[in-house]
């Protein structure tokens, strides 16, 4: 079993729709990530966050510690927001394990 | 600012031939370096990482070496590529010690035939 768990694996949906993409892991972290990969493969960062919710724009990461769970959500999907998304945990030894990312395509 | 280099961009090479990729960091000394390796329909995997000049920590036994010739440049290499090579190599670096945010350079695409 992998220690990084992401579902879907892909995932198609309309404009406007509300996306939800999960990440589970199953060792301690001392902060989780999500990470956007552009169809050119570039990776952008997009969140860190090692407790609650953060909010960047249409964009909103939660995290429960206790259930090792985390969600990434879009509000109001834009075709541009089609990428493959990543969840990596931090473990403490500057080291990071990545989940196999959910690919993301939103049609107009 | 922080910026990262790496090329090249694309490489396309024979089985057996020899391997270079260079990475360069700007705006940062010392960084933690990573290299590591996304092969097809797979997630990314750590291959090797350096806290300092000279220093490399391998991940996973393989057909690849790195090198840490200067503080800011990170090259990996291999003496004869592997079909099984192929796959999309990117460069990164430790911006945040202890939360483990890491920023990512472009990366390079590399087919081996």
């Known amino acids: 079993k992998n220690e990084v768990e992401q579902s879907p694996q892909n995932l198609t949906a309309q404009e406007g729709e509300f996306i939800t993409i999960n990440c589970s892991y199953s060792?301690?972290?001392?902060?989780l990530h999500w990470l956007q990969q552009h169809p050119g493969g570039g990776i952008v960062s997009l969140f860190m966050?090692?407790?609650g919710k953060k909010k960047h724009g249409r964009l909103i990461a939660t995290i429960n510690i206790q259930e090792k769970h985390s969600s990434l959500h879009i509000t109001a999907s834009h075709p541009r927001d089609s990428a493959v998304y990543i969840c990596?945990?931090?473990?403490?030894?500057?080291?990071?394990?990545f989940g196999t990312g959910t690919r993301l395509t939103i049609i107009p | 600012s922080q910026t990262i280099h790496q090329w090249p961009a694309t490489l396309v090479q024979p089985v057996g031939s020899p391997l270079s990729l260079e990475c360069t960091v700007e705006?940062?000394?010392?960084?933690?370096l990573y290299w590591y390796r996304q092969a097809a329909g797979r997630g990314l995997q750590l291959l090797f990482y350096?806290?300092?000049?000279?220093?490399i920590s391998s991940e996973v036994p393989q057909n690849l070496s790195a090198s840490r010739p200067q503080d800011r440049q990170f090259i990996l290499s291999s003496k004869k590529l592997l079909l099984s090579d192929s796959g999309f190599y990117l460069c990164?670096?430790?911006?945040?010690?202890?939360?483990?945010?890491?920023?990512f350079g472009p990366g390079t695409r590399l087919t081996v035939l």
């Open positions: 060792v301690g972290i001392s902060a």
């Open positions: 990596a945990v931090g473990t403490g030894n500057e080291k990071l394990t």
């Open positions: 705006g940062t000394s010392n960084p933690n």
């Open positions: 966050l090692s407790s």
């Open positions: 990164a670096w430790l911006t945040s010690p202890g939360l483990n945010e890491q920023f």
């Open positions: 350096s806290v300092g000049i000279g220093q």
